[in-house]
């Protein structure tokens, strides 16, 4: 082509591209840095409210721990602890349960819990009367009455007075089914 007159000929930088392409070249360069920096700085800004998070679930939810067990010497529990009595196991009972019209049994095995500093020669000498107690409580109880929870923890209150009539009041502190089976 021939030079005209009046028309310029653009003027070409490095690499035969003229000032408005690199103009736009080096805009686009400098979004793709600012947006890297924007993208390294949220990243930072997350890191720091992650481990923020993570030291302040750490001193509120372990250093208290961390703090009773070292003033008191042993570690901090949740439950109160309690130290059982004397455990007195009885041979399995079984027996007949009071359904009318139907033959109904039931098997238990049963512990008792004493008081702490109970004599534990006298309930083994009331043994027979112990169990003769606890035959006539299960005797008198139909398959509707120890058959669901309700009934069941009944039976072992009903079990506990009863046999604190013949040991003493307050002597028994807890009645425990080992087994338990209604046929």
Do not use: C, W
């Amino acid at each position: 082509m021939a030079d005209r007159p009046g028309v310029e000929k653009p003027h070409k930088g490095t690499g035969g591209i003229d000032e408005d392409e690199m103009s736009a070249v080096s805009q686009i360069n400098s979004t793709k840095k600012k947006g890297g920096a924007k993208k390294i700085i949220f990243i930072l800004i997350l890191v720091i409210f992650i481990l923020g998070g993570g030291f302040a679930a750490y001193h509120f939810l372990f250093a208290k721990n961390d703090k009773n067990s070292k003033t008191s010497g042993k570690p901090a529990t949740f439950f109160p602890q309690r130290t059982p009595g004397p455990m007195m196991s009885l041979k399995p009972f079984l027996t007949n349960l009071a359904d009318r019209g139907a033959t109904s049994y039931i098997k238990v095995s049963i512990s008792i819990e004493l008081k702490h500093g109970t004599n534990a020669g006298l309930f083994k000498k009331l043994i027979p009367e112990i169990r003769n107690n606890i035959i006539m409580i299960l005797n008198s109880k139909t398959s509707r009455d120890v058959k669901n929870p309700e009934g069941i923890i009944s039976l072992r209150h009903q079990i506990a007075r009863s046999l604190n009539r013949i040991l003493g009041s307050g002597t028994v502190i807890g009645v425990y089914f080992n087994n338990y089976l209604v046929q």
